[in-house]
């Protein structure tokens, strides 16, 4: 059976407290499963059953999560880049802005996958752990 893991990239340079980056990262991971969930009758007469057979075999695993962190938004978004491109399912997280940053809506939190270990490992291996 393949490796298979979500990586959650949090923005050290908003300062969240603890709490919020456990809600972010929590909202980043749930929105990457259901979005490609609520997707799954259009993936699978269309385009994409594989990536949805990756959502299956990793709930019926381990469920494996990494979290690391970047230092900036610009980090942040060539990640995104750079998975989008390999076919990586992505799903960033943005704030509201209701609890910290003042009202405005931030990107907080990247989640990727979940994927081949080795393929997010290519991306985001370099990456510090939170």
Do not use: C
């Not at 969240?16 to 456990?22: P, S, T």
Request: glycine letters at 4%; zero cysteines; aromatic letters at 6%.
């Amino acid at each position: 059976m393949t490796d298979l893991k979500m990586v959650l990239i949090v923005r050290k340079d908003l300062n969240m407290r603890k709490g919020k980056i456990a809600a972010q990262v929590a909202h980043a991971a749930t929105n990457a499963i259901l979005e490609r969930w609520t997707a799954l009758p259009f993936i699978v007469h269309h385009v994409e059953l594989s990536k949805t057979q990756e959502v299956y075999k990793w709930l019926r695993a381990d469920y494996k999560k990494i979290v690391v962190s970047v230092e900036t938004l610009e980090e942040l978004l060539a990640i995104k880049d750079k998975a989008e491109y390999q076919g990586i399912n992505t799903h960033l997280q943005i704030d509201n802005g209701l609890t910290e940053f003042n009202g405005v809506k931030t990107e907080t939190v990247l989640a990727l996958g979940p994927s081949e270990s080795e393929l997010l490992d290519s991306i985001t291996g370099h990456l510090k752990l939170l």
